[in-house]
C-alpha cells in the first residue's frame, strides 16, 4: 500500500485564489512528520512547510497552511492568494519514526499551474 | 542559490560508459542523499550517508556506486547503465541530530541523466 497518496495529479487555479493541494498518508507509527516540498521547473526540491504528529496547531509559513487531520490521515496543503510562481509541482512526504530518522518516502506530486 | 550543488546537471551516456555524478553541500551538515526522480513515480530514496557511512542502500542494483569522502561531498558512480536508469537524480542533505529538529531535508537541483 502507498505510505503517501496525492490524488490530483493537475491542477489550475486562477491567480490570488485560494488552492488546495491533498495529501494522505498511512502509518502505524505514532511518531511521524509531514512535508511539503515545491519542484519549480529547475528541478530543486525546495522545502515549504512541516507538521509532526504530536503538534496541536496546524503548521502555517506565510501563505503556506497544512490542514492535519490526524483522524483522517490528511495534510493538505493550503496555498492562500496564489501567484504566478506557484506554478510548479508539489510533493507530499512523510518520515516515520522519531527525529534522527530523516528518510522521506514522497507522493507522486501534483502539477499547479496558476492562470492569469 | 540553493546550498546543495550538483553536477553536472545534464548528462547523456551510452550503456558501456562509466561516468560520475557529484554532489556538495555547503550548510555544514553531516547526512547525505541520493534520490532517482523517474516521470509519473515517486521519488525513490537510493542511498543515506551518516557522517561519512552507508547506513542505507535500498536495493540499488551495484551499476549505482555512491562514494562519500567526507561529510561535504557525494558521488555517484554510474556504469553499464540500462535506459530505464533515464532519470532525474537528487542530492539531498540535512542535519541529523538529537534535538527536537524538524529534520527536512535539502536538496539540489538534480542531475537530469538520459542512457542511450
Known amino acids: 500500500a502507498q505510505k503517501i497518496t496525492q490524488t490530483q495529479p493537475g491542477m489550475f487555479v486562477q491567480e490570488k485564489e485560494a488552492v488546495t493541494l491533498d495529501c494522505t498518508y498511512d502509518t502505524s507509527d505514532p511518531s511521524y512528520g509531514l512535508f511539503w516540498y515545491k519542484q519549480p521547473s529547475s528541478g530543486e526540491m525546495i522545502f515549504l512547510i512541516y507538521q509532526g504528529s504530536y503538534d496541536q496547531q496546524n503548521a502555517t509559513e506565510g501563505r503556506y497552511s497544512l490542514n492535519f487531520q490526524k483522524a483522517r490521515k490528511s495534510a493538505n496543503l493550503v496555498i492562500s492568494a496564489s501567484q504566478l510562481g506557484d506554478s510548479a509541482m508539489y510533493f507530499c512526504a512523510m518520515r516515520e519514526g522519531g527525529f534522527g530518522n530523516e528518510k522521506l518516502t514522497f507522493g507522486t506530486g501534483t502539477r499547479l499551474t496558476i492562470i492569469p | 542559490e540553493t546550498g546543495v550543488t550538483q553536477t553536472p546537471r545534464h548528462l547523456v551516456m551510452g550503456m558501456t560508459n562509466k561516468k560520475s555524478l557529484k554532489c556538495e553541500q555547503h550548510?555544514?551538515?553531516?547526512?547525505m542523499y541520493w534520490y532517482k526522480q523517474s516521470a509519473k513515480k515517486p521519488l525513490e530514496l537510493m542511498f543515506v550517508y551518516n557522517f561519512k557511512e552507508q547506513t542505507e542502500n535500498n536495493s540499488v542494483p551495484s551499476r549505482f556506486s555512491p562514494e562519500c569522502p567526507n561529510s561535504s561531498h557525494l558521488f555517484l558512480h554510474l556504469h553499464t547503465l540500462q535506459p530505464e536508469d533515464s532519470a532525474l537524480y537528487l542530492c539531498a542533505s540535512s542535519h541529523r541530530t538529537g534535538l527536537q529538529t524538524t529534520g527536512e531535508l535539502f536538496f539540489g537541483e538534480g542531475s537530469r541523466l538520459t542512457v542511450l
Open positions: 550548510l555544514g551538515h553531516n547526512a
